[in-house]
C-alpha cells in the first residue's frame, strides 16, 4: 500500500514564493536566446550569479575552454492531443540525437 504524501513542506513554501520576485526573474531573461557560448548565455549567468549575492549566497562564474556541440537545426513534433510541429527548437548542447525508434511508438497495456 502507498503511503499518502505529507505536502505540508511543499505548501510552506510555496507560501513563500514571491510572484513579483519570479516575476523579475521571468522577465530578466524575457528575450534572451541562451545558446552555449553567446553573449546571452554570459548574461544570463552573470545575473543568476549576481542574484544569489543578493539572496546572500556565494556564487561566481567558473570558466573552461571545452568543446560544444553547435548543431544546425532542430524539429519539435507533437502528436497528442493535437498534432503540431515546431520547426525552431533549440537543442541541448553535448545532447545526442535522439534515435527514431526512441522518439516515435505507441503505448499499450493489458490485463490479465
Known amino acids: ?5 505529507d505536502r ?3 505548501a510552506a513554501l510555496g507560501d513563500r514564493v514571491d510572484p513579483e520576485e519570479l516575476q523579475r526573474h ?4 524575457d528575450g534572451t536566446e541562451r545558446i552555449s557560448g553567446t553573449d546571452d548565455e554570459w548574461q544570463a549567468s ?3 550569479v549576481e542574484t544569489l549575492r543578493e539572496y546572500g549566497c556565494e556564487a561566481e562564474i567558473h570558466e573552461f ?11 519539435v513534433d ?6 503540431e510541429t515546431f520547426d525552431e527548437a533549440i537543442t541541448t548542447s553535448f545532447g545526442a540525437s535522439t534515435p527514431p525508434a526512441a522518439s516515435r511508438g505507441t503505448s499499450s ?3 490479465t
Not at 500500500?1 to 504524501?5: F, K
Open 65 to 75: 575552454e571545452g568543446y560544444i556541440s553547435v548543431p544546425e537545426d532542430a524539429q
Open 26 to 29: 521571468v522577465d530578466a531573461f
Open 109 to 111: 497495456a493489458s490485463t
Open 1 to 5: 500500500m502507498l503511503d499518502p504524501i
Open 78 to 83: 507533437v502528436t497528442t492531443p493535437t498534432r
Open 8 to 10: 505540508s513542506t511543499e
Open 46 to 48: 552573470e545575473y543568476v
